[in-house]
């Protein structure tokens, strides 16, 4: 797992870590897909010493955090108004550019992938966030392919064949 201190969001959140840490409430986590929301929710639960649980629906996470009052909650969606405690939302990379080359770095080093890194592979957007990011620098590293980087403005659909339209929409 990343050091915390290279998530997205971590100069926000991060100078806060011992007071959350300490806090009695129960602990919601939530953001995109791929942002490390679950890594970060199993991380803060041991911190806590705490169980945590992966909510595949809101009411699945009251009713566990009923049971559980202390613990810690990773989510895709934000608390529901009825649910007690802390609430923390875990940004996305194209929220957080600055975390970009820190991160890259750190999964480089922990894949063994030698300097000089392709610019391409920082490049965003970055849909999957930590996870996408993380495959393409599988990528780079075992085929030796790089993300295509979008051509700026509306896909050109001139071709009169259709595998080359719908080759150039899956591309836009």
């Given at each position: ?64 955090l ?28 194209d929220?957080?550019p ?75």
């Amino acid at each position: 797992m990343l050091p915390l201190e290279l998530l997205p969001g971590f100069a926000r959140w991060g100078a806060h870590l011992q007071e959350l840490l300490a806090r009695p409430e129960g602990l919601w986590l939530w953001g995109p897909p791929g942002s490390g929301v679950s890594a970060l929710a199993r991380d803060l639960a041991q911190r806590r010493e705490v169980a945590w649980f992966e909510a595949g629906s809101a009411e699945a996470g009251l009713r566990w955090l009923a049971v559980h009052p202390r613990g810690v909650v990773g989510a895709r969606a934000p608390a529901p108004e009825a649910a007690c405690g802390l609430e923390l939302r875990l940004p996305a990379l194209d929220e957080d550019p600055a975390a970009l080359p820190g991160i890259l770095r750190a999964m480089a080093l922990e894949e063994a992938v030698p300097d000089p890194l392709p610019e391409a592979l920082a490049a965003l957007p970055c849909p999957g966030n930590l996870r996408e990011l993380h495959n393409r620098l599988l990528r780079w590293k075992l085929l030796g392919q790089l993300p295509e980087v979008a051509a700026a403005g509306p896909p050109c659909l001139e071709a009169e064949d259709l595998a080359t339209t719908l080759h150039e929409l899956e591309r836009f």
